[in-house]
């Protein structure tokens, strides 16, 4: 992986031109500079590596960490609790108003307004269910005579 895009391997940007066909792409430096900045980059990525062999090999004493800048550096430059206070207070309270109004009130009444409308409806309708065949076929009888009255008045036959 390290050596992608390094200046005996410029792959990467062969690599993307298919997700940036219609954009002007930058070529890479020419000359001398990418060895340049491969040599620095390097050097000091090998200088860091000799250090930190030094610090871990004579076991050397590391800082006391103590101090406001520790105390920064554990809780994470504090972003963990701004993302709370943030987001996850914010949202919260964007649930909980959701849960106690909107669902409450609105889904939980419309339900309940439903069925309060069919009760209405239902106690309206009841002295029509009276139980008796006799009645039930007085009804469709007289529907039928119902249409047949309004189709001879239309003069549909």
């Known amino acids: 992986g390290g050596r992608g895009n390094?200046?005996?391997?410029p792959t990467l940007e062969h690599f993307l031109e298919p997700a940036f066909e219609f954009v002007h792409m930058a070529h890479l430096p020419e000359g001398t500079t990418p060895w340049i900045l491969a040599i620095v980059s390097a050097s000091i990525a090998a200088i860091g590596i000799v250090?930190?062999?030094?610090?871990y090999l004579r076991r050397l004493?590391?800082?006391?960490?103590?101090?406001?800048v520790w105390q920064t550096l554990?809780?994470?430059?504090?972003?963990d609790e701004a993302y709370g206070k943030v987001f996850v207070g914010g949202?919260?309270?964007v649930s909980r108003w959701l849960a106690d109004v909107v669902d409450?009130?609105?889904v939980d009444g419309a339900v309940n307004g439903?069925?309060?409308?069919?009760?209405?409806?239902?106690?309206?309708?009841r002295p029509l269910q009276t139980g008796f065949v006799r009645s039930y076929a007085l009804w469709i009888l007289l529907g039928a005579v119902g249409l047949l009255a309004w189709f001879l008045s239309r003069g549909a036959f």
């Open 6 to 9: 390094t200046p005996f391997k």
């Open 51 to 55: 250090l930190a062999a030094q610090v």
């Open 61 to 68: 004493s590391r800082p006391a960490e103590t101090g406001p």
């Open 74 to 79: 554990r809780r994470g430059y504090g972003v």
């Open 91 to 93: 949202g919260g309270a």
């Open 104 to 106: 409450t009130k609105g």
């Open 114 to 125: 439903i069925g309060v409308v069919v009760q209405k409806v239902g106690g309206w309708l």
